[in-house]
């Protein structure tokens, strides 16, 4: 039950303080330094290569590659694209498990920008999560173009960014411009009408550590 409650509120990610209204910087992040790990997430409209900070944001690259060395990704989607109104060529994209509690790790505890150094400057992948700072599982965003309100503050944890988009850019814009509707309170209409399909999520670099956790959505259940 503790998971189905989690998962009930997934939906309701960046439902505060999150705005896209902020100025457009041309310079495009770039991960740095060693202890990076390299993503591939293959979707029904191209690939998307991350590089994850394994050294600047441990925990949070963790749980992303727990999700993806389990295949819990795969068979997933892209199910939101929140675009800015003044330049819709900006914003950011959403993808993971959405609500399917039968996918969700525990959560971890969050790891502000403060004390990662790693920002949502244009193609950062960070955590969604909800309105508990430590309630981040198996949901993200991608933003395009930076989104400064989302690092943390004095007076705001913020999110988790963990790493950067190195190829993509094609596909995310894609995304990104998908035709949306429905949705509710931040949410409304920023829902993908046709949600784009994670095929797969593959690590490129390492060795999988699969957690070994039962995966209850791969049971077939007889009819």
């Known amino acids: 039950m503790i998971f189905l409650r989690r998962a009930a509120f997934i939906l309701a990610l960046f439902a505060t303080g999150l705005t896209l209204a902020a100025p457009i910087d041309a310079r495009r992040a770039k991960p740095v330094g060693k202890g990076l790990v390299r993503v591939r997430l293959v979707t029904s409209q191209g690939p998307i ?13 963790a ?8 295949h819990r990704f795969d068979g997933t989607s892209f199910y939101r694209a929140a675009r800015r109104k003044a330049d819709p060529r900006f914003g950011f994209i959403q993808g993971g498990i959405q609500t399917d509690a039968r996918r969700i790790l525990p ?3 969050l790891e502000p920008t403060s004390k990662t150094g790693v920002l949502h400057l244009d193609g950062a992948i960070s955590m969604a ?9 198996g949901n993200f965003i991608i933003t395009l173009g930076p989104i400064p309100s989302l690092d943390a ?7 988790a960014a963990f790493g950067y988009v190195i190829s993509g850019r094609a596909t995310m814009e894609r995304i990104l411009a998908a035709p949306t509707g429905g ?10 009408i046709h949600p784009i ?5 593959e690590r490129l670099d390492g ?7 039962v995966k209850p959505w791969l049971i077939k259940v007889p009819r």
Do not use: C, H, W
Request: no cysteine; charged share 25%; net charge positive.
């Open 153 to 159: 503050t004095a007076t705001s944890p913020g999110y």
């Open 49 to 61: 290569v991350l590089a994850l900070e394994a050294r600047r944001a441990p925990a949070t690259t």
């Open 197 to 201: 399909r994670l095929i797969r999520a």
């Open 129 to 137: 999560r909800r309105a508990d700072p430590d309630s981040a599982g």
């Open 107 to 109: 959560p971890f505890p």
């Open 207 to 213: 060795v999988p550590k699969p957690t070994g956790q």
């Open 183 to 192: 949705g509710t309170d931040s949410m409304r209409g920023q829902m993908i």
């Open 63 to 70: 749980n992303f590659l727990a999700y993806v060395d389990d």
